[in-house]
């Protein structure tokens, strides 16, 4: 367990909402991600930070926007949810060791109609 | 273009028998690469890993083979159980700060 908690874990919204999604770690460590789970398309990275206020894109950025004022939160923000965005999103923290294996949260659910 | 991929969807096998899992990547820049399950409603957990260095690397029943030449890795899982009824992610990475995944392989073995 590597103490990662996402909230909110499911949520239905609607298309032109803004929605904001939280990671929580208790662990203190560096790099976390936001990735984004659709069928036949695996985890995507949409945005990952390497440190307090230091972040930057990935594959699927487009839509998206995040922020990290302190190590333990890691919020990923959807400006203006469209149906495109309705997803699985997991978060997921760079273990301490040199192997770049992550651990992930459970998932937060979003649907977007 | 996908630099990781699993060209198959789905996976069916007897429980006992072995189960062969493949993934294929273009980018040569990749060197260390991973293997993720995941069960319905939870996170992807890590599985099994091995370096570019290597070209095989055991944990009990799973075993990664590594083909550099093919750019070609495989899970092979022996004995199967109906346990590892999962989605299996392979992964690869060539900084240590992103993992690229495939698309997944859902695996099902049968009692």
């Known amino acids: 367990d590597a103490g990662i908690t996402q909230s909110p874990r499911h949520k239905v919204t609607e298309t032109g909402t803004p929605v904001t999604l939280r990671c929580h770690q208790t662990?203190?460590?560096?790099?976390m991600y936001w990735y984004r789970q659709d069928p036949g398309h695996g985890l995507r990275l949409i945005h990952y930070?390497?440190?307090?206020?230091?972040?930057d894109k990935g594959e699927v950025s487009d839509g998206y926007s995040v922020s990290r004022s302190k190590t333990e939160d890691f919020l990923l923000t959807l400006e203006s949810a469209t149906s495109s965005q309705t997803s699985v999103y997991f978060c997921a923290l760079r273990g301490a060791g040199g192997t770049g294996e992550l651990f992930f949260g459970e998932g937060s659910r979003l649907t977007v109609l | 273009d996908q630099q990781v991929k699993q060209n198959s969807p789905s996976l069916s096998v007897q429980e006992g028998r072995i189960s062969i899992l493949n993934c294929d990547y273009t980018n040569s820049m990749f060197d260390y690469f991973l293997w993720y399950k995941k069960y319905p409603a939870e996170g992807p957990t890590f599985l099994i890993s091995i370096s570019s260095i290597k070209d095989k690397n055991e944990d009990g029943r799973f075993t990664v083979f590594l083909n550099k030449s093919a750019k070609h890795l495989s899970l092979h899982i022996v004995p199967s159980q109906p346990g590892d009824s999962a989605v299996y992610f392979c992964?690869?990475?060539?900084?240590?700060?992103?993992?690229?995944f495939g698309g997944g392989t859902r695996l099902m073995v049968k009692p």
């Open positions: 930070s390497y440190g307090v206020k230091d972040t």
């Open positions: 992964a690869a990475s060539d900084t240590f700060l992103m993992l690229t």
């Open positions: 662990e203190n460590h560096r790099y």
